[in-house]
């Protein structure tokens, strides 16, 4: 069942992002920075685009990456493109 509420879809989100990053849960907040507080390289942001169109069956334009430097941005983004 796909996640409804902010709070499951930004688990959903944090749990990919996670994944990819290879960190735990618990070090990532919504406003840490993946480049700069997590060592995230622009290959790891396209493997996060990739896995968030999958995971939510959207189509994220690689030109949004900038925006998508932490959880909220990515939040945001997704958001936008599901149209939540």
Same mark, same amino acid.
């Given at each position: 069942?796909?996640?409804?509420? =902010? *709070?499951? =879809?930004? @688990?959903?989100?944090?749990?990919?992002?996670?994944?990819? &990053?290879?960190?735990?849960? *618990?070090?990532?907040?919504?406003?840490?920075?993946?480049?700069? *507080?997590? *060592?995230?390289? %622009?290959? =790891?942001?396209?493997?996060?685009? @990739?896995? &968030?169109?999958?995971?939510?069956?959207?189509?994220?334009?690689?030109?949004?990456?900038? =925006?998508?430097?932490? &959880?909220?941005? !990515?939040? @945001?983004? !997704? %958001?936008? %493109?599901?149209?939540?």
């Amino acid at each position: 069942m796909p996640a409804t509420t =902010r *709070d499951e =879809r930004l @688990a959903t989100i944090k749990e990919i992002v996670c994944d990819i &990053l290879e960190i735990e849960e *618990d070090e990532v907040t919504e406003t840490s920075l993946f480049k700069e *507080d997590h *060592d995230a390289d %622009s290959l =790891r942001a396209i493997e996060i685009l @990739a896995a &968030l169109e999958k995971e939510f069956g959207v189509v994220i334009d690689q030109a949004e990456l900038p =925006r998508m430097t932490n &959880l909220q941005g !990515v939040y @945001a983004v !997704v %958001s936008e %493109s599901a149209g939540w």
